[in-house]
């Protein structure tokens, strides 16, 4: 595994070695040691967690304010323009964003730290997102915001208007979300 830089030096890319021929392939989607290795990082995963979304589905800009997640995220089949967002007030990073896409053939990931707002588009007619957490889940702390906010300005590969649910249609402005210090 390698860990690849993005414009946020704490939003990394992951690339497993993955051992392929006409028969298929193999690749270990996560390994602790080579986690920790590949990212000088020490985290440890609590939850697993899978969707399935068809095409043109939006999901975000998701949160935990208290148990904030630092997330583990990739594609089993299909493809998504997965993206963080910087949402602590001290980094020099505060309201940027990093986008990849994360594709069923690509195998890479993406490691999305807790202080991040986090959200994807599917591009395909169907995708298989899976990810693993450090927190669990806590509906009475997670927060939304917009996917469309201007002030962050993310440049969604969107053809037609997503498809959101009525918590992500109701996301609001970095500048209104509660947020990290």
Known sequence: MIAIATAIPDVLILEPKVFGDERG??????NQEAFNTATGLDETFVQDNHSRSAKGVLRGLHYQLQQPQGKLVRVVSGAVFDV?????KSSSTFGKWVGVEL????H???????GFAHGFVVLSETAD???KTTEYYAPQHERCIAWDDPAIGI???????????TKDQLG????AAESFE
């Open 108 to 114: 890479r990931q993406l490691w999305v730290p807790a």
């Open 25 to 30: 392939f193999f690749f270990e989607s996560f």
């Open 84 to 88: 963080a967002v910087d949402i602590r």
């Open 172 to 175: 609001l402005s970095l500048e």
């Open 155 to 165: 440049a969604w590969p969107c053809t037609e208007a997503p498809k959101l649910s």
């Open 103 to 106: 594709t069923e053939t690509n």
């Open 129 to 131: 997102f899976l990810y």
